[in-house]
């Protein structure tokens, strides 16, 4: 059980909490993510570390409500308990090249970004972030991303904040040079059209890019190899493995397709859901 | 007296056709009159040798004695004197290579029904609600197991029983390892599995779920800061493996392991009650023909398969699967493709399994497992329409706690590497047993190990106190 410390929204489908989890905050390191379940006969789910506090114990996760499980989390509170959570799962993000890294993060994926990049600026990167959302409204956490880079770039498809189109037409301008310029290394994580569009965009400048990738996954641990990816001709588990690959060697076809394998199972799911207000919380 | 009867006295079994559509046990347990009368037949050997042939070392005799003369009290702790998980082994172990197949009666009649026997004890002593199991934690060392499976199980009661305070550490959120996520219900109820761990707790066995060893915390810190004083690794062998061939990441491909999760953990064949789901079509094929195959495709049958097959490409002789588990699945009308080797998983445009193409095989000579080595037929090619494909050819162990923790060796399988005879790993006041050391193999194989590791670490604290 973990305790829902603090619950901030986002946006209208995105919310942010803060959790004891002394012991995972206090292993967790940037690119990890956690697995919780809400109630009795629930999902478990991935969830991507957003930011720790070691020594408050605290950890912070944002959660997009999207499906059956998230909307159940959704509905709990500060002070309530979320049944199982376990963590830290995957490898911590490593990242060679230093120099100008810029992440770039797309809708509530751009949560990730706040350990991530105060990371590698603590370890004399210079950072920039690329946030990008639909529109203003669906733009996460812009105060608490500029606190942890170098340059925070806004960027919204209808240019209503920022810089007017995709996250991949800002970074093309910033490989030829613009702002705060070329980039040694990218990280991207957001859905993955987004992530897809941006390794098509480093690839021919032959930038080193990484991608999270987020496929169905039960135990997190290497055991049921659900979460397996394609990654340079070679079966990967995303769990122990991932969760962030080298972008250009991807197969994202396969990643996408596998992503749909139960799109009308989780529709029936997330109707139920719906209508019948199930209780959380409960064992 | 012993009484001469050729047969075992037969376990009472649920309905074939009815059974293969719920998963209530298909195994019904002997009353009392079916226990003494199976009991009648044990010769009581002086020498008995049948208790050699168990890894835990239950003093067979001396239980089914008890229950001949009706004392059942007697008989159950006799029993759990010496098997922390008598209710799981009497259901699960494959007592046909084991203590029964060294059972005396055995060589001239069929061997006395000592598995149904210590089922059927402990399940006597689950209905009863006057005996108290009270913890009695007399020693100072801490203990840690890792891994709540069969190994971590045994470990943690004999040591509790030993007098240590130990914490089991479990990574999933229920414990049980294998015997919850592996086995499923009709072979082993979860209401059998939920008591035998009760039983451990009221020794003061404490478990601690959602917390991972080598992710969550360190070796280091459960040694360090934590004040263990020891650890037993029992971290089984959960790491799925696919065979390599085109087609495995198609949607509708299962390793057994997921397909099983989903269901034993996840309760997936209560769908939408419960949250995940499981992808079932008409028809499914299993490759591979052991313990954990026979549970695939049973379960699959369960969850609204039309048809179950099993692809394996070797012969019957050479499957690794219990005659019982066998023997129920043909009875349940599951298919079996003998030398039958897979070599594609097909697929239609959307990318969903449509087929398995295979080529027939033949036996040639023995290989290094001492089988004979299946060779493939040429020209033999042909497919096998189906609608889901679990692979269930084996597990190697899980790396997680491996990559964390500096000092203990693994060999190039991924196994922990143990002394000669021994459960001490190359870490100091560090044991490891079950599958994590063996690779995968039998429930009851890991239990003895996590016993004798027991032992071990008695024997390890009591030496570094004196």
């Not at chain 2, 007296?1 to 006295?9: A, I, L, S």
């Not at chain 2, 004695?65 to 494959?94: F, Q, T, Y």
Request: hydrophobic share 40%; glycine share 10%; charged share 25%.
């Amino acid at each position: 059980m973990a305790k829902i410390l603090e619950k901030r929204r986002l946006t209208p489908i995105t919310q942010l909490y803060k959790i004891d989890a002394p012991l995972v905050a206090k292993a967790a390191k940037p690119g990890q993510f956690v697995i919780l379940r809400v109630r009795k006969g629930g999902e478990r789910i991935p969830i991507t570390i957003a930011d720790y506090d070691r020594e408050a114990g605290v950890l912070t996760i944002v959660v997009q409500e999207v499906g059956t499980t998230t909307r159940y989390m959704g509905q709990l509170g500060v002070g309530d308990e979320i049944l199982d959570l376990v963590g830290p799962l995957g490898m911590p993000l490593e990242i060679p090249a230093e120099g100008h890294i810029v992440g770039i993060g797309g809708g509530f994926g751009s949560a990730a970004l706040l350990c991530l990049m105060r990371e590698l600026r603590a370890r004399g990167d210079t950072t920039t972030i690329i946030n990008g959302a639909r529109e203003k409204d669906l733009l996460i956490l812009n105060e608490e991303l500029t606190e942890v880079c170098d340059n925070l770039e806004l960027c919204t498809d209808d240019g209503s904040a920022g810089f007017h189109g995709l996250v991949t037409d800002r970074l093309q301008q910033l490989i030829d040079g613009d702002g705060p310029g070329r980039p040694d290394s990218v990280v991207a994580i957001g859905p993955m059209p987004m992530m897809r569009a941006v390794t098509e965009t480093t690839r021919g400048a032959e930038i080193p890019t990484l991608v999270s990738l987020d496929p169905l996954m039960i135990d997190g641990t290497g055991m049921c190899g659900g979460c397996r990816v394609t990654v340079n001709d070679e079966v990967k588990f995303a769990c122990v493995d991932g969760p962030f690959f080298d972008a250009h060697q991807v197969d994202f076809e396969e990643a996408v397709r596998r992503n749909k394998m139960y799109v009308r199972q989780e529709q029936e799911s997330k109707d139920r859901s719906e209508c019948m207000k199930l209780a959380v919380g409960q064992d | 007296m012993p009484v001469k009867r050729v047969e075992k006295t037969p376990m009472p079994e649920r309905d074939a056709v009815l059974r293969s559509h719920d998963f209530g046990e298909v195994n019904e347990g002997y009353g009392m009159a079916h226990a003494q009368f199976e009991a009648e037949r044990c010769l009581r050997c002086q020498d008995a040798v049948c208790i050699d042939g168990c890894p835990v070392r239950v003093p067979i005799p001396e239980f089914i004695h008890e229950v001949a003369k009706g004392d059942m009290r007697s008989a159950a702790e006799i029993l759990r004197s010496s098997n922390p998980l008598p209710a799981v082994c009497g259901r699960v172990c494959p007592q046909e290579v084991q203590c029964e197949e060294a059972c005396s009666v055995g060589i001239r009649f069929k061997p006395v029904a000592i598995g149904y026997l210590e089922r059927f004890v402990a399940d006597w002593e689950m209905e009863q609600t006057d005996i108290d199991i009270t913890a009695n934690l007399n020693r100072d060392e801490k203990v840690a197991v890792i891994g709540s499976g069969p190994a971590g199980l045994v470990c943690a009661g004999e040591l509790a029983r030993l007098g240590y305070p130990v914490t089991i550490f479990e990574a999933l959120h229920a414990p049980g390892g294998v015997l919850r996520y592996g086995i499923p219900e009709f072979r082993l109820p979860k209401d059998v599995l939920d008591w035998e761990i009760e039983q451990l707790k009221k020794l003061g066995v404490e478990i601690q779920c959602n917390i991972i060893i080598g992710k969550t915390l360190t070796m280091d810190q459960l040694m360090g800061e934590m004040g263990f004083k020891a650890v037993f690794i029992g971290t089984g062998a959960g790491l799925p493996s696919f065979m390599g061939i085109p087609g495995e990441n198609l949607n509708g491909v299962y390793s057994a392991n997921e397909f099983l999760t989903r269901v034993n953990l996840m309760e997936a064949n209560d769908f939408p009650n419960a949250d995940t789901p499981v992808m079932v079509g008409r028809r499914v094929a299993v490759i591979g023909a052991g313990n954990t195959a026979m549970d695939t495709v049973r379960v699959a049958l369960r969850v609204g398969a039309e048809q179950g097959l099993v692809v394996y490409r070797r012969s019957v002789q050479e499957m690794t699967a219990r005659v019982e588990e066998h023997a129920h699945a043909i009875e349940e009308g599951v298919e079996f493709h003998w030398l039958t080797n897979p070599v594609e998983i097909l697929g239609d445009e959307d990318g969903w399994v449509t087929g398995l193409r295979c080529v027939r095989m033949e036996l040639g000579e023995p290989d290094d497992s001492g089988r004979a080595r299946p060779v493939p037929i040429e020209g033999s090619e042909f497919v096998i329409p189906v609608d889901n494909v679990v692979l269930s050819i084996g597990n190697k162990p899980n790396p997680l706690l491996l990559q964390t923790t500096k000092g203990l060796e693994a060999n190039k399988w991924g196994c922990l590497v143990v002394h000669d005879g021994s459960s001490e790993t190359s870490k100091e006041h560090v044991f490891a047993g079950g599958d994590a050391v063996t690779g995968a193999a039998t429930v009851i194989l890991a239990a003895g190990a996590g016993k004798d590791a027991a032992a071990e670490i008695h024997q390890d604290l009591s030496a570094a106190t004196r």
